[in-house]
Nanobody, 117 residues
Framework: QVQLVESGGGLVQAGGSLRLSCAAS????????MGWFRRAPGKQRELVAT???????NYANSVKGRFAISRDYAKNTVYLQMNSLKPEDTAVYFC???????????WGQGTQVTVSS
């Protein structure tokens, strides 16, 4: 089992920045990828960014050049640095981890990000 706890959401003005954190615990040795998804009101959940064991990253086109994902293996934490935020970035952001045991996907409880215009 893997447990994920997010933090760092909040309210920010357009053009501002936020950093989300996701701390993993449990069977962290089995995690081969982590990332962030988001769900805006009335929309489906969408991928924001992922990072694999080899540090390869993948971003949604809508956030490329503005968001950066990173992982601190010593702290078992993945971060999402969000810059130049736009009102359309408003959503609940969910941390994600893929475990090669099973395999199985794990999700955090979500953290609200609200960008005001």
């Amino acid at each position: 089992q893997v447990q994920l706890v997010e933090s760092g959401g909040g309210l920010v003005q357009a053009g501002g920045s936020l950093r989300l954190s996701c701390a993993a615990s449990g069977s962290i040795f089995s995690i081969d990828a982590m990332g962030w998804f988001r769900r805006a009101p009335g929309k489906q959940r969408e991928l924001v960014a992922t990072i694999a064991v080899a540090a390869s990253t993948n971003y949604a086109n809508s956030v490329k050049g503005r968001f950066a994902i990173s992982r601190d293996y010593a702290k078992n934490t993945v971060y999402l640095q969000m810059n130049s935020l736009k009102p359309e970035d408003t959503a609940v952001y969910f941390c994600y981890a893929h475990s090669n045991l099973g395999p199985k996907d794990y999700w955090g409880q979500g953290t609200q990000v609200t960008v005001s215009s």
